[in-house]
T-cell receptor, first 116, second 112 residues
Framework: DTEVTQTPKHLVMGMTNKKSLKCEQH?????MYWYKQKAKKPPELMFV???????INESVPSRFSPECPNSSLLNLHLHALQPEDSALYLC???????????????FGSGTQLSVL | GEDVEQSLFLSVREGDSSVINCTYT??????LYWYKQEPGAGLQLLTY?????DMKQDQRLTVLLNKKDKHLSLRIADTQTGDSAIYFC????????????FGAGTRLFVKA
């Protein structure tokens, strides 16, 4: 299994809603990532989990709350989002080989989020 | 600082070669990558090169690295319509953890 699975594929939410994005991989990868991608732009890193611990938070607003329940799962909890948060949210995973910067990323297909 | 730059658009005819260029600024990068993104999909790793290499070939793909000029290129031989996509150059850097920085992406359009 070489897939990263993200659900849901599409999500429409109001500014007062609470929702969660889910990501799952069964490749034994120990690093997992959330990226945000606006249309016609490159992915921007939001969070990195390494061995289930948050290792990088790119100054993301607190209305985005990541969670890594175990080495295979990654969630992104959303609350009180703004319309400008509408984007494609991509999950990725990598081996987390440690001591090397060759972190080949495996991406899911993303969740297209629209905030009304 | 960390920055990766690419030209935004490239159009080629089917069967021709495509060359996508990239420049990066972080001299500590030890690995550089090319990712492909098709419409409505996530990114797919195409190939990568270690910084002590000048060239890497993988079937129709050739990566050239000029570390002195911090210039990376991806050549696609015999370009097909299925190669139409956005191609992202990326570097991996260490900053309290390893993270990947992407260029703006080059949209490749292949004309039949």
């Amino acid at each position: 299994d070489t897939e990263v699975t993200q659900t849901p594929k599409h999500l429409v939410m109001g500014m007062t809603n609470k929702k969660s994005l889910k990501c799952e991989q069964h490749m034994g990868h120990r690093a997992m990532y959330w990226y945000k991608q606006k249309a016609k732009k490159p992915p921007e890193l939001m969070f990195v989990y390494s061995y289930e611990k948050l290792s990088i938070n790119e100054s993301v607003p607190s209305r985005f709350s990541p969670e890594c329940p175990n080495s295979s799962l990654l969630n992104l909890h959303l609350h009180a989002l703004q319309p400008e948060d509408s984007a494609l949210y991509l999950c990725a995973s990598s081996h987390a080989s440690g001591g090397t910067t060759n972190e080949k990323l495996f991406f899911g297909s993303g969740t297209q989020l629209s905030v009304l | 600082g960390e920055d990766v730059e690419q030209s935004l658009f490239l159009s080629v005819r089917e069967g021709d070669s495509s060359v996508i260029n990239c420049t990066y600024t972080d001299s500590s990068s030890t690995y550089l990558y090319w990712y492909k993104q098709e419409p409505g999909a996530g990114l797919q790793l195409l190939t990568y090169i270690f910084s002590n290499m000048d060239m890497k070939q993988d079937q129709r793909l050739t990566v050239l690295l000029n570390k002195k000029d911090k210039h990376l290129s991806l050549r696609i031989a015999d370009t097909q319509t299925g190669d139409s996509a956005i191609y992202f150059c990326a570097e991996s850097i260490e900053t309290g953890g390893f993270k990947t920085i992407f260029g703006a992406g080059t949209r490749l359009f292949v004309k039949a």
